[in-house]
């Protein structure tokens, strides 16, 4: 039987923000210079972590909840591993996004632990 979790469709509602934060933050594609890497990274990493959370709806795995939290770890550290420290709004929301991407993944693996295998 394969458990759902109600944290994974947070996971992949905040992950579906993130890839449209870099349009709604004013620092789209189109900005240039260092807005071009960090809006790839919002763009990246948030579809990443919306498909892996839906796809952790259906599967027996815990391997795509590990990719969420190694996802959520990464955008906790964009903001300083790009440069990104000075636009508060932008780094914040990468902060906190990762930080509850971090949390909410690791819930659904400690709440089933038989389900550790990859």
Request: charged share 10%; hydrophobic share 55%; aromatic share 12%.
């Given at each position: ?64 909840e ?31 996004s990762?930080g509850?991407i ?11 632990p ?5």
């Amino acid at each position: 039987m394969i458990r759902k979790h109600w944290q994974n469709w947070i996971i992949t509602a905040l992950g579906c923000w993130l890839a449209v934060t870099p349009w709604l933050h004013n620092s789209g594609l189109a900005d240039g210079g260092l807005a071009i890497p960090v809006s790839w990274s919002f763009i990246a990493a948030g579809s990443a972590a919306a498909v892996l959370a839906a796809a952790a709806q259906y599967t027996g795995n815990s391997w795509e909840e590990w990719g969420c939290v190694a996802i959520g770890l990464w955008l906790v550290l964009s903001p300083w591993t790009l440069g990104f420290t000075d636009n508060g709004p932008v780094a914040w929301t990468a902060v906190l996004s990762g930080g509850a991407i971090m949390v909410l993944a690791g819930w659904c693996i400690a709440q089933d632990p038989w389900r550790r295998k990859t």
